[in-house]
């Protein structure tokens, strides 16, 4: 097997500001995490640091963001996430709190992803910046499956247009 992709609507993790701590989401991650847990039992050993998924999109949050689950010791462990919504209607911020997501009880807390890339809303007043965008998959030759990611931006900041992609990176 060359690599694994999963493609969802709703994603697990997120730092949009409307949707990181939203019921669906919590409920995709638990939902989802229950059924990589039995994935990860069944496959067995697999090479070290190698997530059990190379690739996994969603969509729905309405932002372009790259993060990764953390060392949760469950079956998400290590998995890059996609989130690409971020050319619908209404861009949103990334939440107040920052691009790291939390997980457990208070005063024992531990990262459950970290966010890399974020693009959506920013700015206030004058400053706004809508930054609508695609995402163009590269798919190297070989195994295991490598993957380069390209943002694809058109961005409306002072009433002005600008299109440019950023810096392609691998997952």
Not at 42 to 65: N, T
Not at 74 to 79: E, N
Not at 107 to 124: Q, V
Request: overall charge positive.
């Amino acid at each position: 097997m060359r690599g694994r992709l999963l493609v969802l609507h709703h994603p697990p993790v997120v730092t949009e500001a409307s949707k990181w701590d939203q019921g669906q989401t919590l409920a995709v991650r638990h939902q989802l995490r229950g059924t990589l847990d039995r994935v990860a039992a069944a496959l067995g050993d697999r090479p070290a640091g190698r997530p059990l998924l190379d690739l996994a999109f969603a969509g729905h949050a309405h932002c372009l963001e790259a993060l990764r689950v953390g060392a949760t010791g469950h079956g998400d462990a290590q998995i890059p996430w996609l989130i690409c919504g971020g050319s619908g209607y209404s861009l949103r911020r990334q939440r107040r709190q920052g691009p790291v997501l939390l997980e457990g009880p208070p005063g024992a807390e531990r990262e459950l992803a970290r966010s890399r890339l974020f693009l959506g809303r920013s700015g206030r007043g004058s400053g706004l910046r809508r930054s609508y965008s695609a995402l163009r998959v590269d798919v190297a030759a070989g195994t295991p499956l490598r993957l380069t990611l390209t943002p694809l931006v058109a961005e409306r900041a002072g009433g002005q247009w600008r299109c440019y992609r950023l810096p392609p990176f691998a997952p």
